[in-house]
C-alpha cells in the first residue's frame, strides 16, 4: 500500500517519479503497479512529455476503489461532499450549522447529507472508503473524541466514530478543522512544502502546523491552539476563562462586537446604516463598509490584522515556517486585513525567520477544510489497509 499512498500524493506520476520517491529501483515500481493495476486498484491515465527518451506512462488511484466523505464542520457552518480517491468532488451540500445544539441534532444532519449525497452520485454506503471530519475543537486522534472544546462543550469525549460508524462500516477519522485545512493545503502543493502554517480565523482562531511534511498534532492533539494565546493581559475575559486572549479580541465576534458598538454609538454612519438594513453586523459588512472608504471599518480591520499578527510573530520566531496561509470567513473581509498581518509579523519578528518568509491567503479557500478532510480519509484508509496481515 505504500505505493498507492505515493501516488495519491504525487498526482499523475510516472514510474520512475514514482521510484524516486520511494527510493527504490523502477524494476521494483513497475512490478509492484503491474499488480495494482491487475487488481483494479491503480490506472494508467497518459503519457507525460519526454524529457528524452520514451514518453513516460503516468499513474493514478483507480477510480473503482470507492469513494471518500468528507465533512467540514464549522462553528456555524456544515459542508460535506462525496469525494474519488484523486479528491475529486461528485456532489457537495454546504448549509449553516451551530455546534452548540449537540452532537446528535448536528451528526444525525451529517449522516442524512450523505446518504442523499452519495445517492445522487449512484453511490451506495458499502463503496465508501473512509470518512474524514474536521470540527472545531481540541481532537483526541487516536479516539477520534473532542476534549474540553471551548466552543462546543456538549461534545467533550462524545464518539463521533461510534455515532458514525451506526450508519457507515468505512473507518472514521476526525481531527481538528484546521488541521484539516493544513492537510489540504499540503495535499495541493504535492507535499512540496516542507515546512508552513495555516491560521483560521472565523468564530475561534486556531493554527495547523505542517513539520517536514506531516501534520503535527503535539503529544495529545492540542498543538496549534494559538487561539488563546494573550495579547492584551487588560483585555476582554475569553470564553476559556483567561483574558486578553487573541480570539476574544480578534476573532469575527470581536470584529463585530467592536462595529456594532461603533455602529450604535454614530462613530460610523455606514456601519450605522448597515445595522438598520440588516439588524446585525458581521465580519463581512465591516469589510464591506471599509472597501467603501469607511474609517472607522479600516480602524476596526487593521486593530484586528494587528493583534493576529503579533500572535504570529511570536510562532514565526519559534516555528521558522516557509509560508503562514491564511484562512476563515474572516478572509472576506479583503486585502486590509492580510497586509495589517503582514505589517505586524514583519515587525515583530526576527529578521531571520521573516527573511524568506511567505504571509498569504490560502489558495484552497473555503474548499481548504473539506479538501483536507479527504485527504485524512484517504491517507488513514490507505494506512490501515497497509497495516492489514
Known amino acids: 500500500m505504500e505505493l498507492l499512498q505515493t501516488v495519491f500524493w504525487s498526482a499523475d506520476s510516472s514510474r520512475h517519479m514514482l521510484a524516486d520517491r520511494l ?71 454546504s448549509e449553516d450549522a451551530d455546534v452548540r445544539v449537540g452532537p446528535g441534532v448536528v451528526l444525525a444532519r451529517v449522516r442524512e447529507l450523505t446518504r442523499e449525497l452519495l445517492v445522487g452520485c449512484g ?42 460508524a451506526e450508519a457507515f462500516t468505512a473507518p472514521v477519522f476526525v481531527d481538528n478543522d484546521v488541521n484539516l485545512m493544513a492537510l489540504g493545503e499540503l495535499w495541493r502543493l504535492q507535499r512540496g512544502l516542507q515546512n508552513f502554517m495555516v491560521i483560521k480565523v472565523g468564530t475561534g482562531i486556531g493554527c495547523g502546523i505542517v513539520c517536514h511534511g506531516e501534520i503535527y498534532r503535539g503529544a495529545n492533539g492540542s498543538a496549534g491552539d494559538v487561539g488563546h494565546i494573550c495579547v492584551d ?42 445595522l438598520a438594513q440588516n439588524g446585525k453586523l458581521t465580519a463581512e459588512d465591516v469589510g464591506q463598509a471599509s472597501r467603501n472608504g469607511d474609517a472607522t471599518a479600516n480602524a476596526i480591520i487593521q486593530h484586528a490584522g494587528s493583534l493576529i499578527g503579533q500572535m504570529l510573530a511570536a510562532v514565526v520566531n519559534f516555528f521558522n515556517p516557509s509560508h503562514v496561509f491564511i484562512g476563515g470567513g474572516v478572509t472576506q473581509i479583503g486585502p486590509l486585513f492580510l497586509a495589517s498581518v503582514r505589517q505586524s509579523v ?23 477544510g473539506l479538501i483536507g478532510a479527504g485527504a485524512l480519509a484517504m491517507q488513514e484508509s490507505l494506512r490501515l489497509q497497509g497495516a492489514k496481515p
Not at 56 to 83: R, Y
Not at 239 to 253: L, Y
Request: glycine content about 12%; some cysteine.
Open 346 to 368: 514583519y515587525h515583530r519578528s526576527l529578521a531571520l525567520s521573516t527573511r524568506h518568509l511567505e504571509i498569504q491567503y490560502t489558495p484552497l479557500g473555503g474548499r481548504g
Open 23 to 93: 527510493d527504490c529501483s523502477k524494476s521494483k515500481v513497475n512490478a509492484l503497479a503491474a499488480g495494482l493495476i491487475e487488481q483494479g486498484l491503480l490506472v494508467e491515465t497518459g503519457l507525460r512529455p519526454s524529457s528524452g527518451g520514451r514518453r513516460p506512462e503516468t499513474l493514478q488511484l483507480a477510480q473503482g476503489l470507492g469513494v471518500v466523505i468528507g465533512v467540514d464542520l464549522g462553528a456555524t457552518s456544515l459542508d460535506v461532499a462525496v469525494m474519488t480517491p484523486d479528491l475529486r468532488v461528485l456532489a457537495r451540500h
Open 123 to 164: 453511490m451506495s454506503p458499502k463503496q465508501v472508503i473512509g470518512i474524514g471530519m474536521g470540527v472545531p475543537g481540541p481532537v483526541d486522534f487516536e479516539t477520534a473524541q473532542l476534549v474540553n472544546p471551548p466552543l462546543m462543550p456538549d461534545w467533550d469525549s462524545f464518539s463521533i466514530r461510534d455515532y458514525l
Open 233 to 274: 493581559q487588560n483585555g476582554p475575559r475569553c470564553h476559556c476563562g483567561n483574558t486578553g486572549c487573541v480570539e476574544a479580541m480578534a476573532a469575527a465576534p470581536a470584529i463585530s462586537r467592536r462595529a456594532m458598538e461603533a455602529a450604535q454609538s454614530g462613530e460610523s454612519a455606514t456601519l450605522a446604516e448597515l
